[in-house]
Nanobody
Framework: QVQLVESGGGLVQAGGSLQLSCAAS????????MGWFRQAPGKEREFVTS???????YYSASVKGRFTISRDTAENALYLQMNSLKPEDTATYYC?????????????????WGQGTQVTVSS
């Protein structure tokens, strides 16, 4: 059974930092695309960042330059370093993985999802 388990969310003041982690089990994702999406109350789930099997990364315009995605293929883990956080970054953050090599901006292209971790940024 494939599982993605996020951790590292919490409450932080604007301008602060958080690092999210995602531990994958049940299969290896070393040759798969992985990513992070987020969903705020009343809004649709939106793409944040992804990394494909070659290590190429993609970011939404709203987080580029502030967030950094990375992966540890040996540990089957995914990370999201979030700096200069803003109140509009407040959302539930989801780790996701695909059986495909290449990243996608669409949540429909990812088969595996974590349960989510809450990030709240106070002003």
């Amino acid at each position: 059974q494939v599982q993605l388990v996020e951790s590292g969310g919490g409450l932080v003041q604007a301008g602060g930092s958080l690092q999210l982690s995602c531990a994958a089990s049940g299969r290896t994702f070393s040759r798969s695309a992985m990513g992070w999406f987020r969903q705020a109350p009343g809004k649709e789930r939106e793409f944040v960042t992804s990394i494909n099997w070659t290590g190429t990364t993609y970011y939404s315009a709203s987080v580029k330059g502030r967030f950094t995605i990375s992966r540890d293929t040996a540990e089957n883990a995914l990370y999201l370093q979030m700096n200069s956080l803003k109140p509009e970054d407040t959302a539930t953050y989801y780790c996701t993985a695909s059986s495909k090599f290449l990243s996608s901006f669409s949540p429909e292209d990812y088969e595996y999802w974590g349960q989510g971790t809450q990030v709240t940024v106070s002003s």
